[in-house]
């Protein structure tokens, strides 16, 4: 027996099975590999459950199918819950017995168990007994580790044993020990089940693992950022904090008490915030009572709450950015511009770190497969002309006629133009002939199209493709045949059915007739067969399955798991727009998903909801947009396979003028007389000192004028600082008269021509556009006091900013991007089409799900004159207002989220596919960018090489503190001219303070006392930080009181002492300290 259990332990090895790897391991051997004469029912029972046997595998099907049944009975009961929904309720009765179990009065209360359900039961046996297998088999898993009563122990606290505990055993404390208690578990550990599913196919190993991995390979940098983003929080977290702490308009009344009335109508202008930080609102009609003593709050009264606020800023949100005061504002900005990427670097180093793994792994696979089109017709064939069907299909299929062509051209001129019918269609205050021109183009576009499509089908059967018996359905199956399809069909039925063709008003009420006309926009998807942009898709899911498998499977986990967590913290906030989003597990899923695509629409929290969702923005949006980056990456990376980049950009860098003698060419006469030679160079900074200070002192102005612009456009400020900006438009007059004059000697407006053609041609460049844009308002607006220019002045006046574009010589930009596009042309046309196609597509589709949403209320909309009981209605009146709002949300960002539930499914498709379809143009404009910026940095990376070269310690950024420090190795510190006994003194101290090294790359040693002193330190330096915080708390500072002597004086004058004693130390012993290098006046 025990030879048997070694063989079968052997056999089944472990869990661990590499992404990407051949499934080589011998678990997944079938089962007549050993010897059936040692079979035992204990092997039998084993294989079973592990699905090596036929019938294995059936149960292991049915488990998955239990648990995902389970999962969505959970979450769907959420949904029949009375404290958090309004009944009737469609599942009661017998139908709550058998999957829900949310009342106790169902027929199951007979079994005197609690509420509960058929479901819960069937799983709870189930779970039950398997668990008591595999706890009796633990020995056949490993014999090692889990023979015996010991090793059965050993085997309990492993991850699956403590997910089938934490899915069974509340069942049985409420049920049996605990029956007067309604234990919040018992439903929610079906989430945990999930876990269950990662038995199935290694996907334990494939996700955890691979995240263990990533951390292992990333720990020592992440220490390092989680320490500098830490830093980095409770920094930011302290300046908000100090400028927002008495900032009425961020009291917050949304969790008042109900003697305070509608939190929306408390004026929190009337109340006042004391010295200590405590809010009163009593002038406002919410005084404080014993039971509330601060129903109303400042969220930024303390430290520790601020912090959460801080955080969200920290991860690119502002959900309060209309409340902060003007330092508030400097802060945010400060934060947006700096912070971010700081505090960004944890969650990259995760989601680069897992992308690095499956890198790694990915080196066990073969090569990806080249992409193969796979055209609905054969490429390249023609037909006979004998034929009238041939002559057909080489028409309206090949094209091989100049007429074929041009109807092709026609074809798409008439989708393009039915494309935008549509969208003015959308508009109900048009008149009502328009709408009768646009039924009648309808109606003859839509014949056309079906013509057109007749005759497609007509035609095909002569590509040898679709020359057998099916040859014409098999045809009609094909993607861009279902597309012309889609956009006729609806239209005939439509009209079989209402008998309405052409009407003098708009039917964009009727949900049918927009839904049939918006079908017409899917024939834009027949571009593309000259893109191939969607046909990609399939190659990016076959080359990146394996990936996606797991990481798809991963992100679901996390988004129900988390949706569940906050749907338990939420549900029972004080504030009621909180409550209301997490009152069942579907609307907490809507809410997860933008936190999880990195929005954080909502702020309110729960203190346990606040932690929650700091875990997600922290860690868990790495994981979850894994899926979406391979999308993207992998979309990316098959678009720059089918289209070769320009790559004479690189080589070829566009000539630009350097100020030089300008002449036609070598040998020729210098370009125009000598005066406008000396004002083109003077201009152009060449040719003496006084140019070169004219040039930057013209930049300088630049900034100056722009600066005094945006100050006045601030109230009452309007006139300030006009001497500034006469003085500067009179500069700039100047600076265009010389340039106008130095035309003609300019190398780029004056080869081969005379200098009126060379001055023409300078007039109607960009620079000189720009230039005149921003001083000919100036003069029109004193010539025309009262025309509509004096009227547009400050904005006019505001196009003074486009004068930034002529830094481009010191600083390139534009010239940058015009290569970009130029290198990236032909990807970039693919990827603009896929984006605008989506863009396109989902507009369409939110405009039909939310145009006749008057429900979900959005108070205020003045833009649309709805002051009161607005709705999604108001929003998205026509197509071109969703367009709008589906590009602010196909960015990533989503300000609004009051979506009725087909808004949310289509939204669903749009963080999770469209958003990495859409961010590919922008991907591929910044490796554009750093392809051209390497490739104008050839002579920087051959001096970098060379330093490398004569500095062996050289990396790449060291500045002068780096320089020095690699000089001084094996220098031996200074002698202190006071004499030897100083300088044992300052190398005591200095061991005492940083430790001692016997060798340049050996460990540093410490002494029990100074190490014993670090510990010290680092204590005092915790101990400051907390005491920070919690004396920001305005009811634990009132308490203690700012009385002298006071506990936070004394612990800070104490501190004070230690931190001064401790840098007078490391000041006196600095000409020893080689990172001070050896100088005090570099350590101070």
């Not at 004219?694 to 006139?719: C, D, M, P």
């Not at 025309?787 to 486009?802: F, P, T, W």
């Not at 410490?1006 to 204590?1019: E, G, H, Q, V």
Request: charged content about 20%; aromatic content about 12%; hydrophobic content about 45%.
């Amino acid at each position: 027996m025990v030879r048997n259990d070694v063989e079968i332990g052997t056999m089944v090895s472990s869990e661990r099975t590499p992404l990407l790897a051949s499934n080589s391991n011998n678990v997944n051997q079938p089962d007549q590999e050993v010897d059936n004469t040692i079979r035992t029912w204990r092997h039998d029972v084993f294989v079973f459950l592990e699905a090596k046997t036929t019938l294995g595998r059936w149960y292991e099907t049915f488990m998955i199918v239990l648990i995902l049944v389970n999962v969505a009975a959970f979450i769907l009961a959420t949904l029949f819950v009375p404290k958090y929904n309004t009944p009737p309720f469609p599942c009661e009765g017998w139908c709550d017995a058998l999957w829900f179990g949310n009342n106790d009065d169902n027929p199951l209360q007979v079994l005197g168990i609690g509420s509960t359900s058929v479901l819960e039961l069937i799983t709870i046996v189930v779970f039950s007994a398997e668990y008591i297998f595999r706890l009796l088999l633990t020995d056949l898993e490993d014999p090692e580790k889990y023979s015996g009563i010991m090793g059965r122990l050993r085997w309990i606290p492993t991850f699956f044993s403590m997910i089938d505990l934490v899915s069974t055993v509340p069942f049985y404390v409420d049920a049996f020990l605990l029956r007067d208690s309604d234990l919040v578990a018992t439903s929610f550990v079906r989430m945990f089940r999930l876990f269950r599913m990662m038995r199935v196919e290694g996907r334990y190993d494939s996700a955890l693992t691979m995240i263990d991995d990533a951390y292992a390979a990333q720990k020592g940098i992440l220490g390092t950022a989680l320490f500098v983003g830490f830093t980095t929080w409770m920094t930011v977290s302290s300046l908000y904090y100090v400028v927002e702490r008495q900032n009425v308009d961020m009291i917050y009344c949304g969790a008042a008490p109900d003697y305070c009335g509608d939190s929306s109508e408390i004026d929190t202008s009337l109340c006042t915030i004391d010295s200590w930080g405590i809010t009163d609102c009593s002038a406002a009609g919410c005084p404080g009572t014993e039971e509330y003593p601060q129903p109303c709050y400042n969220l930024y009264n303390s430290i520790p709450m601020t912090s959460y606020y801080a955080l969200l800023n920290l991860f690119g949100e502002f959900p309060l950015i209309d409340n902060h005061s003007t330092a508030g504002q400097w802060v945010g900005t400060l934060t947006a511009i700096v912070a971010v990427a700081v505090f960004a670097l944890p969650a990259g180093i995760i989601g680069n770190g897992l992308e690095d793994v499956i890198a790694e792994r990915r080196k066990y696979q073969d090569d990806p497969a080249p992409i193969v089109e796979n055209r609905a017709l054969t490429s390249g064939f023609q037909a006979s002309d004998d034929t009238t069907r041939g002559s057909w299909y080489n028409f309206i299929h090949a094209h091989t006629s100049a007429q074929a062509q041009g109807f092709d051209i026609f074809i798409n001129m008439l989708i393009v133009l039915t494309s935008f019918t549509f969208m003015l269609d959308t508009l109900s205050d048009l008149p009502s002939h328009i709408h009768i021109v646009l039924d009648s183009f309808e109606l003859l576009s839509v014949s056309i199209f079906t013509i057109e499509y007749a005759l497609r089908v007509y035609a095909s059967k002569e590509d040898p493709k679709y020359s057998g018996p099916n040859g014409r359905l098999k045809y009609c199956m094909t993607f861009l045949a279902l597309v012309d399809l889609l956009s006729v069909l609806p239209y005939w039925i439509e009209v079989g059915l209402t008998g309405k063709v052409i009407t003098p008003y708009s039917d964009s009420s009727s949900t049918m007739s927009n839904v049939v006309k918006a079908l017409r926009l899917l024939r834009i998807l027949r571009f593309e067969r000259y893109t191939h942009a969607f046909t990609s898709f399939d190659d990016v899911i076959m080359r990146n399955a394996d990936i996606l498998s797991v990481t798809l499977f991963s992100a679901l986990l996390v988004w129900v798991l988390f949706a569940a967590i906050l749907y338990l913290t939420e549900r029972d906030n004080p504030d009621p727009e909180m409550a209301e989003n997490y009152k069942t597990v579907p609307h907490s899923m809507w809410l997860t998903l933008l936190n999880l695509s990195g929005e954080a629409p909502l702020a309110q929290y729960s203190g346990i909801g606040k932690v929650v969702t700091g875990i997600l923005g922290l860690f868990a949006t790495a994981i979850f947009g894994i899926p979406i980056g391979v999308l993207g990456a992998g979309f990316e990376e098959v678009l720059e396979e089918e289209n070769e980049d320009n790559v004479q950009e690189l080589v070829a860098p566009r000539a630009a003028g350097n100020g030089a003698e300008p002449t036609n060419g070598a040998g020729a006469e210098p370009l125009g007389t000598s005066f406008e030679r000396s004002c083109y160079q003077f201009v152009n900074g060449v040719g003496s000192k006084a140019a070169q200070y004219f040039e930057l002192s013209i930049y300088g102005l630049i900034f100056i004028t722009i600066a005094v612009g945006v100050y006045q456009t601030v109230e009452g400020h309007e006139n300030d600082f006009h001497q500034v900006e006469w003085f500067a438009v009179v500069v700039f007059t100047l600076e265009y008269a010389m340039r106008f004059i130095g035309a003609a000697a300019d190398p780029e407006f004056s080869y081969g021509s005379n200098a009126l053609s060379s001055r023409l041609r300078f007039v109607a460049s960009f620079y000189s556009i720009v230039d005149l844009l921003a001083i000919v308002p100036f003069y029109a607006a004193m010539a025309l006091p009262n025309s509509v220019v004096n009227e547009y002045d400050e904005y006019l006046r505001m196009i003074r900013i486009l004068r930034l574009v002529k830094l481009d010589k010191y600083v390139p930009s534009l010239t940058l991007i015009d290569d970009v596009i130029r290198l990236k042309f032909q990807t970039l046309r693919v990827a603009f089409f896929a984006a605008i196609t989506l863009w396109v597509l989902f507009a369409a589709a939110m405009f039909l799900c939310e145009h006749s949403d008057t429900s979900n209320e959005i108070d205020n909309l003045p833009d649309y004159g709805c002051v009161s009981d607005c709705s999604m209605a108001d929003r998205f009146q026509n197509f071109f207002d969703s367009m709008v709002y589906v590009g602010v949300h196909l960015t990533g960002d989503y300000p609004i989220i009051e979506y009725s539930w087909p808004g949310r499914f289509v939204n669903f498709f749009m963080v999770i596919a469209a958003v990495g379809v859409v961010s590919i143009p922008s991907g591929l404009i910044a490796s554009g960018f750093v392809e051209i910026v390497q490739s104008k940095n050839k002579k920087r990376r051959r001096a970098t090489a060379a330093a490398e070269e004569r500095d062996e310690g050289w990396r790449a950024g060291d500045d002068w503190y780096e320089i020095q420090y690699r000089q001084l190795e094996g220098v031996e510190p200074p002698r202190s001219a006071l004499g030897p006994t100083m300088d044992r003194l300052q190398v005591g101290v200095n061991e005492f303070l940083n430790g001692k090294q016997t060798t340049p790359d050996g460990p540093t040693e410490w002494t029990a006392f100074s190490y014993a002193s670090r510990i010290f330190i680092l204590l005092v330096i915790i101990l400051n930080v907390v005491a920070v915080l919690v004396e920001s708390i305005p009811s634990i500072d009132k308490a203690v009181g700012n009385q002298p002597g006071n506990f936070f004086d004394v612990f800070e004058a104490f501190s004070v002492f230690v931190f001064a004693l401790e840098y007078v130390l490391r000041l006196f012993c600095a000409p020893k300290n080689r990172e001070a290098l050896y100088s005090p006046l570099i350590y101070a």
